[in-house]
């Protein structure tokens, strides 16, 4: 800054860095703090699903552990009825000749395998299936269901004889006897059934408290990822307003050192015998327009904020309202320029008199300018060649002087008859 910065240049740049500052803190305080919507917490949700699904498989594994039982007595009933537990006699050694008269002892029944067997051979596929469930839902071992456990899964273990063969049918059947038979005791299935029931009864209960958490467990949504990454928007539009703040700063420099550089070396030429010169170039620099622009920097503060306060989760949305600021702030800027035309030619001109101080007043040459007609002026003052505008600048001052003298003698002529009427001596 210089003395031939104009102070209104002064004042709207002030006026424009203070804008700018107010309205980018606050946009980057609303950007900083901005969260993402409340949602249903979808952790919490998907516990829930997962809680009610083993729920279902705690269910099955009553039924199962049920089932099997009631499969376990009756087949032990089956088992008394085809004499399972009778050992089988010997078989004859051809050797040895049977006596006449003595019968061969009498064989025992061949047990079928569908039925009872059968069921029971599926109901401990059903039951091992359950055992990692059971012990999660536990949380700790139990050591005396180990050799439950271990007996279903033994019988799973068994192969299913190919059906209508009654002798393999009858062996299957009988390896199940001796597979089941620590089982067939009276309640010996009652820790399987009771630990189940127990496992279901703690799942439906965490099912309900998950179910109620998934009610009302909510989450901040994340921020939505744009071109750029929210840091690096946010910089970006701060950085487009301290670039248009510096280029405002550097238009009121290179304006003033203009207006240095034109008049500074005409002072010595008013000396010289060319006052016109200097006075012409006054009033064509005070014809131009300011220097800064203020409309860039109010412009992209004022869109930063705006598109800060209207979707401060978009950071990209504030890169584009600065860059959108920047233009409408500067067109804005011009068209009040251009609507403005030439109103404060004379006042500019006036504070740069007060500075050069002129051999040839402004006044006199502003004095020959019809208000109104300051426009036209300073067209047709631009249109002509330095010595041409010099050489009309002085005539137009020395018309006004001539104007003020015979304004002047006119006066004083006046003056003398009124004091020569009051004194009463005649015309």
Same mark, same amino acid.
């Given at each position: 800054m210089n003395e031939y910065t104009r102070r209104e240049e002064v004042r709207a740049t002030f006026i424009a860095s203070a804008i700018l500052v107010i309205c980018i803190a606050l946009a980057v305080f609303r950007l900083v703090r901005v969260e993402g919507r409340l949602v249903p917490d979808p952790s919490a949700r998907r516990q829930a699903q997962e809680s009610e699904a083993r729920v279902g498989t705690a269910t099955r594994c009553?039924?199962?552990?049920?089932?099997?039982?009631?499969?376990?007595?009756y087949f032990g009933k089956f088992a008394d009825q085809m004499k399972m537990g009778v050992p089988l006699p010997p078989p004859e050694d051809p050797r040895v000749r049977r006596q006449p008269n003595r019968r061969a002892p009498p064989a025992p029944p061949l047990a079928p395998w569908s039925g009872t067997a059968e069921q029971l051979h599926k109901q401990a596929r059903a039951v091992t299936a359950c055992r990692e469930h059971t012990l999660a839902g536990l949380g700790a071992p139990r050591p005396d269901l180990d050799p439950i456990w271990k007996t279903f899964t033994d019988v799973e273990a068994l192969q299913a004889p190919s059906a209508g063969d009654k002798t393999a049918e009858d062996k299957a059947a009988r390896q199940l006897y001796e597979t089941v038979k620590p089982l067939l005791q009276p309640d010996a299935l009652q820790p399987l059934v009771k630990v189940t029931q127990e496992v279901e009864a703690r799942t439906k209960t965490d099912s309900e408290r998950d179910k109620a958490r998934a009610a009302t467990a909510v989450v901040r949504e994340p921020l939505p990822e744009g071109l750029l990454n929210r840091r690096t928007a946010v910089s970006l539009g701060v950085g487009l307003t301290v670039i248009a703040l510096l280029v405002s700063y550097l238009s009121v420099r290179v304006a003033s050192m203009r207006r240095l550089g034109t008049l500074v070396p005409l002072r010595d030429a008013a000396r010289t015998g060319s006052p016109g010169a200097q006075t012409a170039a006054i009033l064509k620099a005070a014809a131009?327009?300011?220097?800064?622009?203020?409309? @860039? %920097?109010?412009?992209?503060?004022?869109? !930063?904020?705006? /598109?800060? +306060? +209207?979707?401060?989760?978009?950071?990209? +949305?504030? %890169? *584009?309202? %600065?860059? /959108?600021?920047? @233009?409408?702030?500067? *067109?804005?800027?011009?068209? &009040? $320029?251009?609507?403005? !035309? *030439? $109103?404060?030619?004379?006042?500019?001109?006036?504070? +740069?008199?007060?500075?050069?101080?002129?051999?040839?007043? &402004?006044? @006199?040459?502003?004095?020959? %300018?019809?208000p109104g007609l300051e426009g036209k002026f300073i067209e047709y003052l631009r249109s002509l060649s330095p010595e041409e505008a010099a050489s009309a600048v002085e005539k137009l001052a020395s018309q006004a002087e001539e104007r003020i003298l015979a304004s002047a003698e006119a006066q004083r002529a006046a003056l003398h008859a009124q004091a020569a009427a009051n004194a009463g001596y005649p015309m």
């Amino acid at each position: 800054m210089n003395e031939y910065t104009r102070r209104e240049e002064v004042r709207a740049t002030f006026i424009a860095s203070a804008i700018l500052v107010i309205c980018i803190a606050l946009a980057v305080f609303r950007l900083v703090r901005v969260e993402g919507r409340l949602v249903p917490d979808p952790s919490a949700r998907r516990q829930a699903q997962e809680s009610e699904a083993r729920v279902g498989t705690a269910t099955r594994c009553v039924t199962a552990a049920t089932q099997s039982a009631d499969a376990v007595k009756y087949f032990g009933k089956f088992a008394d009825q085809m004499k399972m537990g009778v050992p089988l006699p010997p078989p004859e050694d051809p050797r040895v000749r049977r006596q006449p008269n003595r019968r061969a002892p009498p064989a025992p029944p061949l047990a079928p395998w569908s039925g009872t067997a059968e069921q029971l051979h599926k109901q401990a596929r059903a039951v091992t299936a359950c055992r990692e469930h059971t012990l999660a839902g536990l949380g700790a071992p139990r050591p005396d269901l180990d050799p439950i456990w271990k007996t279903f899964t033994d019988v799973e273990a068994l192969q299913a004889p190919s059906a209508g063969d009654k002798t393999a049918e009858d062996k299957a059947a009988r390896q199940l006897y001796e597979t089941v038979k620590p089982l067939l005791q009276p309640d010996a299935l009652q820790p399987l059934v009771k630990v189940t029931q127990e496992v279901e009864a703690r799942t439906k209960t965490d099912s309900e408290r998950d179910k109620a958490r998934a009610a009302t467990a909510v989450v901040r949504e994340p921020l939505p990822e744009g071109l750029l990454n929210r840091r690096t928007a946010v910089s970006l539009g701060v950085g487009l307003t301290v670039i248009a703040l510096l280029v405002s700063y550097l238009s009121v420099r290179v304006a003033s050192m203009r207006r240095l550089g034109t008049l500074v070396p005409l002072r010595d030429a008013a000396r010289t015998g060319s006052p016109g010169a200097q006075t012409a170039a006054i009033l064509k620099a005070a014809a131009a327009h300011n220097g800064g622009e203020p409309g @860039l %920097v109010i412009g992209s503060a004022v869109g !930063g904020l705006l /598109a800060a +306060l +209207l979707k401060p989760a978009d950071a990209d +949305l504030f %890169v *584009a309202g %600065v860059m /959108a600021g920047l @233009l409408i702030g500067l *067109a804005i800027q011009w068209a &009040i $320029r251009i609507g403005m !035309g *030439a $109103r404060k030619w004379r006042a500019r001109a006036a504070e +740069l008199s007060e500075i050069e101080k002129p051999a040839i007043p &402004i006044v @006199l040459v502003m004095s020959d %300018v019809h208000p109104g007609l300051e426009g036209k002026f300073i067209e047709y003052l631009r249109s002509l060649s330095p010595e041409e505008a010099a050489s009309a600048v002085e005539k137009l001052a020395s018309q006004a002087e001539e104007r003020i003298l015979a304004s002047a003698e006119a006066q004083r002529a006046a003056l003398h008859a009124q004091a020569a009427a009051n004194a009463g001596y005649p015309m």
